[in-house]
């Protein structure tokens, strides 16, 4: 079954309050195999709020409103649901006592206004709130001939989330056929988002029953899986085989099967060879470093580095010849794959790696642009470097060169 989200109120339109509860919803459904196709937040008009909801209960199975259920003017929900499925409101007599006994209980007086909480839509079956003074309500109804299930639910994440779970999710486990959803994240780097995509249509396109999602970004490209079938054995090896053959296609462009970090994947080919690496970093400023430091347990494998920003310290550190620097010039395949030798020998690593370019926004040249890097490998059998023109802004030069370093290094280790 297909559920929209809808979550109300004027502030989720700004850019200081963010939607955080249908993120905690939505894995809630799809760990009962339900697929959220759409999320909307509408601000608090009701002309709004009725035009977003009967849109939304023609093209969805499960309709989830959230927020919009307090007492003030502009909590409009209960009224714009009505609205939307021409049903009426009444006001429930359980309800009101509730009320005037909890805020008797906090010897504060009830204005009137908090009599609107216990307006419950025609047909709608109340669902306590533990931690706070609004109901949810479940409503079970038809339209336009095809059965409806409406929830509306508080928006506080502390009211939201809790009665979703105690009232919302065992009402559609005992209605919704059991389905489970498994999912499969292959990622893949050094090739465009239009290039994978030309590769992997043909294969995925034919693999109806999953969603198959390309995303780009952070230098990678994401191929995101989900399969739901009655049970979770046969919905990944759905989503296993799909992936089986997405690898086959992806072949050297491949660097993770299971949503793991390039950096994560280095470490584990250098701790299996039971190898080291050093790095010496120019242009990139450290975040070669950082990057795989950030990967816990990364001191098996990695010895360090050094930031070799002026020429004196790549001479200094990586003993690269100063002749060298002269002659070639800082930003150079002879200087780059002086710096990896360098240190790697200087640090007695078993890999190396040197970065040296222009990252910009100043310093280059028609002959040197900006852009313009050098990555260099070493280990004993030889040192490798490639040349590379990068794309962007200074932090995106370096993020690029960081994820080419670390890219050259896997296919070396795969070797």
Request: hydrophobic fraction near 40%; proline fraction near 4%.
């Amino acid at each position: 079954m297909n559920c929209e989200i809808i979550a109300i109120g004027t502030e989720l339109l700004t850019p200081w309050r963010q939607d955080t509860n249908s993120l905690f919803l939505t894995e809630e459904l799809n760990a009962l195999g339900i697929v959220v196709r759409y999320k909307t937040i509408v601000g608090d008009r009701r002309l709004d709020l009725v035009r977003a909801i009967r849109t939304a209960i023609a093209r969805t199975d499960i309709l989830i409103v959230m927020g919009g259920l307090g007492p003030t003017e502009d909590d409009l929900s209960r009224e714009a649901v009505a609205e939307a499925l021409d049903l009426g409101l009444r006001r429930d007599g359980s309800l009101v006592a509730a009320l005037s006994a909890r805020f008797a209980a906090r010897r504060t007086p009830m204005t009137d206004n908090n009599l609107k909480q216990a307006d419950v839509i025609e047909g709608a079956e109340i669902l306590p709130n533990a931690n706070g003074t609004a109901p949810g309500q479940w409503l079970d109804t038809a339209f336009e001939g095809y059965r409806k299930l409406v929830m509306l639910i508080p928006g506080p994440p502390g009211e939201c989330r809790p009665l979703f779970v105690e009232q919302c999710i065992p009402r559609l486990r005992a209605l919704i056929p059991t389905r489970h959803i498994a999912r499969r994240t292959l990622k893949a780097t050094m090739i465009g988002e239009s290039a994978a995509d030309s590769l992997l249509a043909p294969v995925y396109t034919t693999y109806t029953d999953v969603e198959t999602t390309i995303l780009a970004g952070n230098c990678e490209i994401q191929l995101q899986l989900a399969c739901a079938k009655p049970t979770r054995e046969a919905a990944q090896a759905r989503a296993d085989e799909l992936a089986g053959r997405l690898e086959e296609v992806l072949e050297e462009y491949l660097f993770a099967s299971q949503g793991e970090t390039l950096e994560q994947i280095v470490l584990y080919y250098l701790e299996l060879k039971q190898a080291t690496l050093a790095v010496a970093e120019s242009c990139t400023g450290g975040m070669l470093g950082e990057r795989i430091t950030s990967v816990s347990g990364s001191s098996r494998s990695f010895l360090g580095g050094a930031l070799v920003y002026s020429d004196a310290l790549k001479t200094a550190f990586c003993d690269v010849p100063p002749q060298l620097i002269a002659s070639h010039g800082a930003v150079s395949t002879a200087v780059a794959q002086a710096m990896a030798d360098g240190i790697r020998r200087r640090t007695s690593a078993t890999y190396g790696i040197g970065i040296t370019g222009i990252a910009g926004p100043s310093g280059g040249t028609e002959e040197k642009p900006v852009g313009l890097v050098y990555i260099a490998v070493s280990d004993a059998q030889g040192t490798e470097c490639s040349e590379n023109h990068f794309r962007g802004d200074r932090q995106k030069v370096r993020q690029w060169a960081t994820q080419k370093a670390l890219d050259m290094l896997r296919r070396r280790l795969m070797n």
